[in-house]
């Protein structure tokens, strides 16, 4: 059982070069998020996806870009990267089957550094 | 949207001892309360949740007592082990209520110490 699965884990690059964050998950959830941490301010949400080819904004958006053609995977991309992305970022999945939440289940982390 | 406090950011306890974290938060529309534990380098795991119609929940060493009324939830670990240092996560969701697809809101997290 793999569920949820990040690449890279680690990344260094350059302020203005494109970063892309992959996200997989083996379970078929609907719901799939991304989020960064920050000391400081815990976890912050980016953006969401309630399905394939829907997504949203969440609290944080400004600076990246989401798609999810696919339910199992859902990339996570800054297109001009920025010192202040430097962050470690973690995606998460939850089942959306109820009306109630139901436990969303964390990815290992990518940890980005921007030069 | 929903605001969540948590307290305190730090704390350090005596292997054995009991350890409390508190959090409150802003919206009477959440329903579900998740706590989560992250070890160093890991992503954050589920420890225990409890939802707005349950007050206590307990697991082996572990338990959450929510108080709907005063809105906080809190995190109780007893008999403290050194495996138990990690930082903790409180959460506050409204599920799919009011179109906020079970998005949660986080404290801003407890780093936790058990001294053996």
């Known amino acids: 059982d793999a569920g949820i699965t990040q690449s890279p884990r680690y990344k260094i690059t350059e302020t203005g070069r494109q970063v892309t964050l992959m996200c997989h998950q083996t379970w078929s959830h609907s719901y799939m998020f991304w989020y960064r941490q920050d000391l400081g301010h815990g976890l912050r949400l980016i953006y969401y996806s309630a399905a394939a080819d829907i997504t949203d904004k969440g609290e944080v958006p400004d600076g990246y870009v989401v798609s999810r053609s696919k339910t199992e995977n859902f990339p996570l991309t800054l297109e001009s990267a920025t010192r202040s992305q430097t962050s470690v970022y973690f995606c998460?999945?939850?089942?959306?089957?109820?009306?109630?939440?139901?436990?969303?289940?964390f990815g290992p982390g990518t940890r980005l550094t921007v030069l | 949207g929903e605001n969540v406090e948590q307290h305190p950011s730090t704390l350090s306890v005596q292997e054995g001892d009991s350890a409390v974290i508190k959090c409150t938060y802003s919206d009477s529309a959440s329903n579900y309360f998740p706590w989560y534990k992250q070890e160093l380098g890991k992503g954050p795991q589920l420890i225990i949740d409890?939802?707005?119609?349950?007050g206590e929940k307990k697991d082996q060493r572990i338990a959450v007592t929510l108080n709907k009324t005063a809105k906080h939830f809190s995190l109780h670990i007893t008999e403290t082990q050194p495996e138990d240092s990690a930082v903790y996560f409180c959460?506050?969701?409204?599920?799919?209520?009011?179109?906020?697809?079970?998005?949660?809101?986080f404290g801003k997290g407890t780093l936790l110490t058990v001294n053996p």
């Open positions: 409890i939802r707005s119609n349950v």
């Open positions: 998460a999945s939850n089942k959306g089957t109820s009306f109630f939440t139901d436990t969303q289940y």
């Open positions: 959460a506050a969701s409204r599920g799919l209520s009011g179109g906020s697809n079970y998005k949660l809101t």
